[in-house]
Nanobody, 127 residues
Framework: QVQLVESGGGLVQAGGSLRLSCAASGRTFSSYPTGWFRQAPGKEREFVAAISWTGTNTYYADDVKGRFTISRDNVQNTMYLQMNSLKPEDTAVYYC????????????????????WGQGTQVTVSS
C-alpha cells in the first residue's frame, strides 16, 4: 500500500506560479510511476502529467506542455508539479496518483492505470 498526500495548492493570479507536492508513505517510492490529474467542477478527471519511476521519462497533456514540469525525488519520496504561467482554466482539484510497475520506462496516462490516489489539493487561478 502507498499513501499519497498532496500539498501546495492555493489561490494565484493568472500568469502566476505554484508548486504542488505529493508525499508518499507506506512503501518505497521507487518502482512506482506517478502522475498528476485534475478535475474541474462539472468536468471529468483529466490527465495532466506523468513520470516514470526512474524520473527519466515524462509525458504531458498538450494544454500544459511548456508551462508545467513534473519531477520526483525518490530519496524524499516526493513528486512535484511546477506550474508556471497559470491560466484560469487551470482551476481544478489536482490529484496525484501512483501504480506499481517493473518497467522503468512506464509512464501511465490514463486514470484507470493507477491504483493509488491522494485526496486532492485545490488550485484556483483568478483572472
Amino acid at each position: 500500500q502507498v499513501q499519497l498526500v498532496e500539498s501546495g495548492g492555493g489561490l494565484v493570479q493568472a500568469g502566476g506560479s505554484l508548486r504542488l507536492s505529493c508525499a508518499a508513505s507506506g512503501r518505497t517510492f521507487s518502482s512506482y510511476p506517478t502522475g498528476w490529474f485534475r478535475q474541474a467542477p462539472g468536468k471529468e478527471r483529466e490527465f495532466v502529467a506523468a513520470i516514470s519511476w526512474t524520473g527519466t521519462n515524462t509525458y504531458y497533456a498538450d494544454d500544459v506542455k511548456g508551462r508545467f514540469t513534473i519531477s520526483r525525488d525518490n530519496v524524499q519520496n516526493t513528486m512535484y508539479l511546477q506550474m508556471n504561467s497559470l491560466k484560469p482554466e487551470d482551476t481544478a482539484v489536482y490529484y496525484c496518483a501512483a501504480v506499481r510497475a517493473r518497467n522503468t520506462n512506464y509512464v501511465p496516462v490514463l486514470w484507470g492505470q493507477y491504483d493509488y490516489w491522494g485526496q486532492g489539493t485545490q488550485v484556483t487561478v483568478s483572472s
